[in-house]
């Protein structure tokens, strides 16, 4: 993959987007039988997300270079196939971007605008001040990943709507960043993260009661957006049903096999974004 892929973690980006466009068509439930103007806003809206999220990734790893020397020593900062100034250029171009690209979308949808200031706040706050702190950090990524879905449904005029899909993504977020934050425990040396503070049993535990939070919030587009025997809610319920139970298996060995524990939690994250998905042709 290309190095410039690499740093801005081209399947994140590429999951933010699309997260973008199913909070937008699933406030709307009316499919993909969407207009045309309504589905340019969704993706400007979707390209903006993108761009916040690649900037930031840039930025992390920028800030976290010298650790990433032993938590991932193949990010290309590290290998120096990309400079560090090249990388901080691209970041701000990345992030003026997807001001410029929402404007449109805000004109139209106010909210939009806020949702994004919250989103550059949370995500400089993040890197400059809280993501040395550990929990604070885990729980302004988890609200990031939350705000993308009601991202989407503000720039379709609907956010309310996809209220409990944010609610579930900020739960199984919170749980996968504790568990990254356990696995990268020898080259965090220098953050108070949640393990390294309260041990790894009390991380587990952290991790795994987000996830019994998150699986009681998947009932909830069931009793407000859709009825169990229609066919958006058949979809749902199978998908869902799925990615609750990759979610289970994501904490179910805790504090051990940490690295098949978040990467099984990004798969569920996959599969529940097709649940989400199913809720737009109610």
Do not use: C
């Amino acid at each position: 993959m290309l190095p410039v892929l690499r740093l801005v973690r081209i399947g994140n980006t590429v999951v933010s987007f699309v997260g973008t466009i199913v909070g937008g068509v699933a406030a709307r439930g009316a499919g993909v039988g969407l207009s045309v103007s309504l589905w340019t806003l969704l993706l400007l809206a979707a390209l903006s997300t993108a761009f916040v999220t690649a900037g930031g990734n840039i930025i992390n790893d920028v800030l976290d270079q010298e650790s990433d020397r032993v938590n991932h020593p193949d990010r290309p900062l590290v290998t120096g196939e990309i400079s560090r100034r090249s990388a901080q250029g691209l970041a701000g171009v990345l992030l003026v971007g997807s001001v410029l690209v929402a404007v449109p979308v805000a004109v139209h949808e106010p909210l939009v605008a806020v949702f994004l200031a919250a989103a550059l706040v949370a995500l400089l706050s993040y890197e400059f001040r809280f993501k040395s702190v550990g929990f604070g950090g885990n729980l302004l990524v988890a609200f990031l990943t939350g705000l993308v879905f009601l991202y989407g449904g503000a720039a379709a005029g609907m956010p309310e709507a996809v209220l409990p899909f944010g609610l579930m993504a900020f739960f199984a977020t919170l749980s996968r960043e504790v568990i990254k934050d356990m696995e990268d425990l020898a080259g965090d040396v220098d953050r108070q993260t949640l393990p390294r503070v309260r041990g790894l049993p009390f991380a587990g535990g952290v991790a795994r009661a987000s996830i019994v939070v998150a699986l009681g919030l998947s009932v909830l587009p069931l009793v407000v957006l859709v009825h169990l025997g229609s066919v958006a809610g058949i979809m749902y319920t199978a998908l869902v049903l799925v990615a609750d139970g990759l979610f289970v298996v994501s904490v179910l060995w805790l504090p051990d096999r940490l690295h098949l524990e978040q990467t099984v939690s990004k798969g569920a994250m996959a599969v529940a974004l097709f649940a989400f998905l199913a809720v737009a042709f109610r």
